[in-house]
C-alpha cells in the first residue's frame, strides 16, 4: 500500500491507497476513527484486483492534521469533511468512485455526492454509496429520530473523553477484535471536531440529505447496517429509505450479530456483499 500526505485547505490529510484501476472505491470512517477501520477490506485481493482501493484519516482524526485553527467550524461538519474528502479524490485524478461511509462516513458520503451535484462536476462520477450506522439527518429533529442520544453523556459530541467513553467507542463503535489503534484514534481525535460537529447538526447548518438520496436515480445507494447496533434506533431507516426507486435491493440489509461497524466486526459477510454493490454499481456505467 502505498501512503501519501495530501495538502487541502482543510489540513493535512493522511491519505493510503492500493491498486491501480480507473475505477476507485473510496471508504470514509466513522466519528473518531481511522484508516485502520478498513484494514479487512483494504486486504481483499479479490477488490484490489479491479479496483484501486483509498481510504484516508479524516481531518482532526489519525495521522491527518488538525483545521486551521480559525476554521474548525466550516471543518468539522459534513460539509466540511466532505470537502477534504473530494480533494483526496481530486489529487488522486479519480473520475469514476464508489463511496463507503461507516457512521460518519455514510454522511459524508452523500454530502460529497449533493457538492459535486450541485458544481456539475464532470470530473468525478459518484457510481454508488454504500452506508453503515449513518441514519441521515441535517437538523436537531433528524438526529433524535435517528440516534440512540444521551443528552447528558453524548459520546458523540464530547470535547474530551472519559475513560467509560473511550470504552464505549472501541467496544460498541467497532465491536469485532479489539486492536490498539482504536483507543488512540478516539483519544487523538481533536477536541474541537466532536462538539463542532454535533452542533452544526442540531443548529439545521447542512444540505438535506434524505431529500436528496428520496429524489436521486443518478446512482444506487445500499444501506446495510448492524442487527446489534446501539448507537441508531434501527425503524428509522425502513422511513428513511424505503419506497425510494435507488435503494440497492429495495430494502435495508441487516448483518445478523453485528454493530455499528459490520464492516469490521463481520467481514467475512460484510465483504462479499460489498463486492457484489461495487461489481453492479461500475456494470451499469
Known amino acids: 500500500m502505498e501512503f501519501t500526505k495530501i495538502p487541502t485547505p482543510q489540513g493535512e490529510i493522511n491519505a493510503v491507497r492500493r491498486g491501480t484501476s480507473s475505477n476507485t472505491i473510496l471508504f470514509i470512517h466513522v466519528n473518531s476513527g481511522s484508516w485502520r477501520m478498513f484494514k479487512h477490506l483494504l486486504a481483499s ?80 462520477k459518484v457510481r454508488g454509496i454504500m452506508t453503515s450506522g449513518s441514519p441521515l439527518c441535517h437538523n436537531r429533529a433528524e438526529a433524535l429520530e435517528g440516534f440512540n442520544l444521551d443528552p447528558d453523556d453524548n459520546v458523540a459530541a464530547a470535547e474530551t473523553l472519559t475513560e467509560d467513553q473511550v470504552q464505549i467507542m472501541v467496544r460498541k463503535g467497532f465491536g469485532g477484535e479489539e486492536e ?9 481525535t481533536d477536541s474541537r471536531a466532536r462538539p463542532t460537529m454535533f452542533k452544526s447538526i442540531t ?44 435503494l440497492w435491493r429495495g430494502r435495508i440489509i441487516r448483518i445478523e450479530k453485528s454493530g455499528h461497524s459490520p464492516c469490521w466486526d463481520q467481514p467475512e459477510v460484510f465483504i462479499p456483499l460489498f463486492e457484489e454493490f461495487v461489481d453492479e454499481s461500475f456494470s451499469c456505467v
Open 45 to 124: 485481493d479479490s477488490l484490489a484486483s479491479k479496483y484501486t482501493l483509498i481510504a484516508f484519516d479524516l481531518p482532526g482524526h489519525g495521522d491527518s492534521a488538525d483545521a486551521p485553527a480559525d476554521q474548525a467550524g466550516q471543518v468539522y461538519t459534513f460539509a466540511g469533511y466532505a470537502r477534504a474528502a473530494i480533494a483526496v479524490l481530486r489529487h488522486y485524478a479519480v473520475t469514476s468512485v464508489v463511496i463507503y461511509g461507516c457512521s460518519l462516513g455514510g454522511h459524508i458520503a452523500v454530502d460529497m455526492a449533493m457538492q459535486l451535484a450541485e458544481t456539475d462536476d464532470d470530473e468525478v
Open 180 to 188: 490498539p489503534w482504536m483507543r488512540e484514534a478516539a483519544l487523538r
Open 203 to 246: 443548529r439545521g447548518d447542512g444540505r438535506d440529505h434524505r431529500k436528496f438520496v428520496r429524489e436521486t436515480a443518478a446512482f444506487p445507494l445500499a444501506v446495510v447496517n448492524g442487527a446489534e447496533d446501539v448507537f441508531m434506533k434501527v425503524d428509522v431507516f425502513e422511513k428513511i429509505h424505503v419506497g425510494h426507486g435507488n
